[in-house]
């Protein structure tokens, strides 16, 4: 036996492997058999097909061949007719669904993944052996025999279309992989397949947060929730069936079964999607990323905006473990004046290390609500670490068995060691919010909802489903109940969360998980943090300096100071993570890149603000806002932080300068103030603060006076600093607390005005 045939527990699923046994029957799209033009309504034919050995010049294939029904009794069809239909939510969005099995139900089912599902009319035209559905942005052809979907844009240029048997152009009829559905030898089960072509040149974005190249062309991704315990291999934490295409078009496959996405990893000329289920839900966008993004957040849910205190720092380590530690640390950040709002509490703060029983340790922690106050007299916030697992020795874990409130097996037993909170059974999330309800009735500020990625495929639960459609939905739920719990009155929470499927980005904020302290480990955090933003989510960050081992000093200050161009931005990981215990020089130099990120925090919220209401991510890669530039799709050492700064994080230990593309326009440098022109490749040194950051020309950025919290700030202060190199006017965004986001406009030409700082560089 080798490591090949070795299946562990909650190991990812790659469902392109079911197609790949010769074992099992291949029903291949073929034509349409029925279809009213008006509804949407039809019927597809799938023509049975099997492998068969075949020999040629001393090399053995396994081509397809039309295969004859061989069942009995002999009531079984050959070739499979199966129900399709085709609906619009917008005039940028249409949705096809494919059955392999059985009735497709109401399109109109309430689904945990959509928040908003509406219905429009696309114009229909029936030619001959083809309707054009058509709206404003594009349209999508129907070719009945061989049936083909051809989605194109408004001015008639195809943007991709599927592939099937009938589209084989080379020596193989199993390159690519046809659209298709297989029915497996072991349970009978139908997966499904739909294959799509990628032009020459394509780039794909998406996918969740993956940490390997953000353009996924010629990768291979499988999306099953999984801790893949670091951020430098192909499994996620927050995998997502969302995809964009440099062509104008993005794609959510709506399922939370096990699903393989193969970018041209098989075959270069076609993306393959593999669904774990007997139906394939597509919706496709029409349009760039914005576009594309709205539309797709619209429909699935947007990040609400965190409170203005979850945009400080949050300082942390694994762990704080006792009331007197936690003062000590909060009193020395405000002597030291490094600016601070949030303390975070990990896996210490109960009696075990680790059994989260969500009670403070009496012995360690003997008065929580006096430090509660402490904290808040300093103007700090408390966040705690929790797990939803119990573990045997725990308190809550017969409690929760008796409850009726975890996930049990077929025969009635637990499938893993630990108990676990079922949140698919609505009495087991009100009374795991009740757990957490308590701790902010205590004074807390935000909860961290570590894990959520363990769900087993084995398990049964209250929903009826199996894990095959709840392992990926458990994060959804998770998270959503630590969100609901967090809510004091109309006011958003904010969460801390490490899991995530498709509408998670409703639940902010997602950190990314544990990376090794390492230039290699910080370079995909940052590849898997534009990932995630490509797939719908607007706020995300990751743990400074890396979590694993303790973080060496230099390469902890480069990782701080990208972290404060991030939407969010925590110290976390093995101790020190402290800036006084290292050297009296590190402190200094931690404190001026802590200091930025406090007198940009006009900047910061209003990005924030901008960002949750268009669904655009704060942290984005180029191509988002560049998307006609080709060359930006390959970029993922760097990127947008809001509407108008560019940021390069210096990725190599002992180097403070490095080769950054400028998209179009002139750019100038946020510390030095040099003026670089775009379209072209600059080798540009960094500040004093370890990293490139650049302001669009023209651009209007407010800053505030420094204060040690964001609720000691001054909002009647702002400084406007206006950067320019070619510009006459500049504008920029800015929003007061709670209010609404306004566009500042000022010539440049009319000298200074109050509170206006103009940097005008050559």
Not at 183 to 196: H, K, T, V
Not at 485 to 493: L, N, V
Not at 654 to 661: E, I, L, N, Q
Request: charged letters at 20%; one cysteine or more.
């Amino acid at each position: 036996m080798s490591l090949n045939d070795i299946r562990l527990l909650n190991e990812s699923i790659d469902v392109s492997q079911s197609f790949h046994k010769t074992e099992n029957l291949h029903f291949h799209l073929n034509r349409v058999t029925v279809l009213d033009a008006h509804t949407g309504r039809g019927s597809i034919e799938w023509q049975r097909h099997g492998y068969k050995i075949r020999t040629s010049f001393n090399q053995v294939m396994l081509p397809f061949e039309r295969t004859g029904s061989w069942e009995f009794p002999p009531e079984y069809e050959q070739d499979k007719v199966l129900p399709f239909d085709i609906s619009f939510v917008s005039d940028r969005v249409v949705r096809v669904r494919l059955s392999g099995k059985g009735p497709l139900g109401d399109a109109q089912a309430a689904s945990p993944m959509i928040e908003r599902l509406g219905e429009t009319k696309w114009s229909a035209k029936e030619e001959e052996g083809t309707v054009v559905y058509e709206s404003a942005h594009g349209s999508l052809t129907v070719e009945r025999d061989p049936l083909r979907f051809v989605l194109r844009d408004r001015s008639g240029r195809v943007l991709t279309r599927t592939k099937q048997m009938a589209d084989v152009a080379g020596l193989l009829n199993n390159e690519p992989r046809p659209t298709s559905f297989v029915r497996r030898s072991a349970d009978l089960r139908r997966y499904m397949a739909l294959s799509l072509e990628l032009i020459p040149g394509e780039a794909i974005i998406g996918g969740g947060e993956s940490f390997t190249r953000l353009n996924k062309r010629g990768q291979k991704l499988n999306l099953w929730m999984n801790d893949p315990k670091g951020v430098m291999n192909r499994d996620m934490y927050k995998p997502v069936p969302f995809l964009m295409s440099s062509n104008g078009y993005g794609m959510f496959v709506h399922t939370s079964a096990p699903v393989t996405l193969d970018i041209g990893h098989s075959y270069d000329g076609a993306q393959t999607v593999y669904v774990g289920d007997d139906m394939l839900d597509i919706f496709f966008f029409l349009g760039g990323p914005h576009e594309i993004l709205g539309a797709y957040t619209q429909l699935t849910g947007r990040s609400p905006v965190p409170p203005l205190w979850s945009f400080g720092l949050w300082m942390s380590r694994i762990t704080y473990n006792t009331q007197d530690e936690v003062l000590d640390v909060a009193q020395k950040l405000r002597e030291h004046q490094i600016p601070c709002d949030v303390l975070h509490l990990d896996t210490g703060w109960f009696d075990v290390e680790w059994r989260c029983n969500y009670e403070f340790s009496p012995s360690r922690f003997p008065d929580p609500k006096a430090m509660l106050d402490r904290l808040k007299a300093q103007n700090f916030h408390l966040s705690l670490w929790q797990v939803p697992y119990f573990t045997p020795t725990n308190t809550l874990y017969q409690e929760a068995i008796d409850k009726g409130y975890v996930i049990l097996d077929a025969d009635g037993k637990l499938p893993t060691e630990d108990a676990i909170v079922d949140f698919s059974n609505p009495e087991a999330i009100e009374w795991f919010k009740g757990l957490i309800t308590r701790l902010f009735d205590l004074g807390i500020s935000a909860i961290k909802a570590d894990f959520g990625e363990e769900a087993p495929l084995h398990g049964a639960y209250a929903s009826g489903k199996t894990g095959r459609f709840e392992h990926n939905l458990y994060a959804l739920r998770y998270t959503g109940a630590v969100y609901e719990a967090s809510r004091r009155g109309d006011d958003h929470p904010v969460i801390w969360a490490r899991s995530a499927w498709a509408g998670g980005q409703k639940y902010p904020v997602h950190w990314g998980g544990d990376p090794e302290a390492t230039d290699g480990a910080f370079a995909a955090s940052i590849r898997g943090g534009l990932s995630l933003g490509a797939s719908g989510f607007s706020f995300w960050s990751h743990d400074n300096g890396g979590f694993v081992k303790r973080s060496p000093e230099e390469l902890y200050l480069r990782w701080l100071a990208c972290g404060m161009f991030s939407s969010h931005t925590r110290c976390h990981g093995q101790p020190p993570k402290e800036p006084w215990l290292f050297d009296e020089a590190f402190m200094d130099r931690f404190r001026a890149i802590v200091n930025m990120r406090y007198q940009l925090m006009p900047y910061i919220y209003a990005q924030a603000v901008v960002s949750a209401e268009k669904g655009l991510p704060m942290v984005r890669a180029l191509c988002i806002d560049y998307p006609e530039d080709p060359l930006v799709w390959e970029i993922d050492d760097s990127y947008m932080f809001g509407d108008s700064m560019l940021v390069a994080p210096l990725f190599h230990s002992g180097h403070s300068a490095r080769k950054v593309y400028l998209p179009e326009g002139a750019w100038i440098d946020y510390q030095t103030h040099k003026a670089y022109e775009g379209g072209k490749v600059h080798n540009i040194q960094a500040g004093a603060v370890p990293l490139i950051v650049l302001v669009k020309d023209g651009t209007l950025i407010p800053h505030i006076p420094l204060a040690q919290s964001t609720q000691e700030m001054d909002w009647e202060a702002l400084e406007y600093v206006a950067y320019a190199a070619d510009a006459k006017q500049a504008a920029g965004v800015v929003c007061l607390p709670n209010g609404r986001p306004e566009l500042i406009n000022y010539e440049l030409s009319h000298g200074g005005q109050d509170k206006i700082s103009v940097i005008r560089s050559q």
